[in-house]
């Protein structure tokens, strides 16, 4: 019997993104690709302690950031979720080191931190009408949403957290459960509006995107090493 390798599937697999990328231009009012297979660790732990709260900068290289807000350092982008709450988002390589630089920083705090990257995936939304978009998928003030800014809020019938890191566009977290239906979602809405599913952006100095493994992004699945 053959040795099973195991191997990491994006959430939106099924749809087979990469063959139906093209390269982004200015005609498409509607722009979206996954940001596939990235790291997502919950931190739990009174953020206002400042023993915690230091340990967490210490891992992360970025500052606590304040009730709906997100920052970003070396270890990638940490979004405030509610007063005892964050999600890490990182490189899906440094799983393992983040956690293990949490658990050591932890020691002696009432904190933790947990993978959830089974859980949850990342699309980018951006585009001339990207709010627009956003408006028939929820009925949050979505023109509110300044960059810097992030906000959990109803998609639809399912959650989902949004991030504005500039002005031309989001990011939208959500669960692995609805990722399809989101997609579906986002979709639909979008197809009157010159809709693509464009090339990311090169990564550069990007808080998100720089987090991105090329060599994940484009594979439907890729073994992962023994």
């Keep these: 019997m053959p040795n099973f390798q195991p191997y990491l599937q994006s959430p ?17 009012q509607v722009r979206a690709n996954e ?20 340990a967490i900068v210490s891992v992360t290289g970025a500052s606590v ?58 699309v980018s939304l951006s585009g001339a009408e990207h709010v627009t978009v956003l408006r028939h998928m929820g009925v949050y003030d979505f023109e509110s949403l300044a960059v810097g800014q992030a906000v959990s809020t109803v998609l639809g019938k399912a959650g989902g957290t949004v991030l504005r890191l500039e002005d031309d566009g989001v990011f939208l977290i959500i669960r692995r459960s609805f990722a399809d239906y989101l997609w579906l979602l986002l979709r639909k809405v979008a197809k009157p509006y010159r809709f693509a599913v464009a090339q990311l952006p ?25």
């Design 12 to 28: 939106l697999v099924n749809f087979n993104l990469p063959a139906e990328t093209v390269p982004a231009d200015n005609s498409q």
């Design 35 to 54: 940001l596939p297979l990235l790291g997502y660790i919950a931190i739990r732990g009174e953020l206002a302690d400042a023993a915690i709260a230091a």
């Design 65 to 122: 950031p304040a009730a709906g807000q997100f920052s970003s350092g070396e270890g990638g982008v940490l979004v405030w979720v509610s007063p005892d709450e964050l999600l890490l988002v990182t490189r899906r390589a440094e799983l393992g080191a983040r956690l293990a630089a949490f658990e050591a920083a932890f020691t002696g705090l009432f904190a933790h931190a947990v993978d959830n990257s089974g859980g949850l995936t990342c």
């Design 202 to 226: 090169e990564s550069g100095s990007h808080p998100l995107l720089r987090l991105v493994d090329k060599q994940q992004a484009s594979p439907a699945r890729k073994t992962v090493a023994a």
